[in-house]
């Protein structure tokens, strides 16, 4: 929940400020002086302000209310909203692998183009579940003040080959900056990394075209603004996406929220689905991880006479909740499941105060973006930059490849037991 989120935030601002405090008390006591401790005191005080404003806000939103006027206006999540460019500096920066992880996160919640995969809890899941290499580089000047980070994952096999990712396995990552100067600094010292590691190239997961590297933007993040309340959101689904939910709820599913609690049943139809996509499932330690170290993360599950037949992974960001994982298990489709699974996602998206819904990426003109469309979602390009030694083509570890095209064929043919040993090992290499 935002409001939790932002308390969380708060509260570890308010204990940074005191020991801070309390240090600068102390080297004046002996006489010294701090004024990167008193700079660094301001920014944290005018940080509890804002976040203080936002609660108030928050509040406010909850109290009871005059019914309010359906909401019209265009929300954009900040990720794809113009890339900050404005904060210059004449100091000297630097580039480290050493930043702690409380000004990691520190500098990524300060950042509107910011995503949850920026922050260091990712790096932790990915490394627990995984066990790749992490190289998180950052610009920072002599004060340690951060002017731009860059997470990225070292990924090596000899199946799939051996290259720098930001972010693999999610929809964002890439470069955070808050100047162009600090930009190309990452930009030359991942090239940098990469060459004295021997990848084979760097793929950043960027929301804008803003870098003069080659790219691919075949991919697309869909989404829906949402109204204030259920009823607008009913009214403005077309009749048709209305009488297909009103079909599916007649098939009596029960609808479970929770997250922890429904690892199993959620894992389940996860990876039925995913065998028979002909897709290697990611181990349930990844969910488990992901769940644990983020507290917004949920998951609804669909059950059709007691069994588990449908399922949503939700994660929450500011003001948008994202389905990085929804699954639906064959027979269940006959029943309209999906419908009433994103029905139900929707609803809890708006009783939790968030104002934008994140359908996740989809190929242009795939059903999957047809099927997102219907609801209301409006398209975003995605731009995946490469940096690329010797004009090495593109890229393609993707379903598309021809390559792959019999590994796919052959994997649907699986017992699923087997395909949830084997798949956990395959899929950790595939970004």
Known sequence: MPELSLKKQLKSLKQRKGIISKAIGDARKSGLDTPDKVEEVKVIIVEIKKIEKELKTLSNHSAPQEKL???????????????????????????????????????????????????????????????????????????????????????????????????????????????????????????????????????????????????????????????????????????????????????????????????????????????????????????????????????????????????????????TLEIPWASTIKPANKLDANMKLYWEVLKFSIQKGYKIFDFGRSSKDANTYRFKKQWGAKSHELYWHYWLPNNKPLPEINPNNPKYKIMISVWKKLPLWIANIIGPEVVKNLP
């Not at 794809?80 to 409380?102: H, I, M, R, W």
């Not at 002909?278 to 006479?305: C, D, R, W």
Request: a positive charge; proline letters at 4%.
């Open 69 to 319: 006027k359906k909401n019209t206006s265009t929300v954009i999540p900040s990720q794809f909203k113009p890339l900050l460019a404005n904060d210059y500096t004449n100091a000297a920066l630097k580039v480290t692998s050493q930043l702690a992880k409380e000004k990691w996160d520190f500098y990524v919640h300060n950042n509107p183009n910011a995503t949850i995969y920026h922050t260091y809890s990712i790096r932790e899941v990915i490394e627990k579940t995984f066990h790749h290499q992490c190289h998180y580089l950052s610009v920072i000047d002599d004060r340690q003040n951060v002017y731009a980070i860059l997470p990225l994952v070292e990924m090596r096999s000899r199946l799939f080959g051996h290259f720098l990712v930001s972010i693999p396995f999610f929809n964002y990552g890439g470069i955070l900056s808050s100047n162009q100067e600090a930009s190309n600094i990452l930009l030359k010292a991942a090239e940098e990394l990469s060459q004295s590691i021997k990848s084979e190239h760097i793929e950043y997961r960027h929301c804008h075209d803003s870098y003069t590297l080659p790219s691919k933007s075949e991919k697309i993040a869909m989404l829906k603004n949402l109204p204030d309340d259920i009823e607008q959101l009913w009214s403005g689904l077309g009749t048709k996406l209305r009488a297909q939910i009103k079909k599916a709820e007649r098939n009596s599913f029960t609808v479970k929220v929770g997250n922890i609690n429904l690892i199993n049943d959620f894992y389940k139809v996860f990876s039925n689905n995913m065998r028979d996509l002909g897709t290697p499932v990611y181990s349930k330690a990844l969910f488990e991880n992901m769940l644990n170290n983020n507290e917004t993360a949920a998951i609804i599950m669909l059950y059709h006479q007691n069994k588990p037949v449908s399922t949503a992974f939700l994660l929450g960001w500011r003001n």
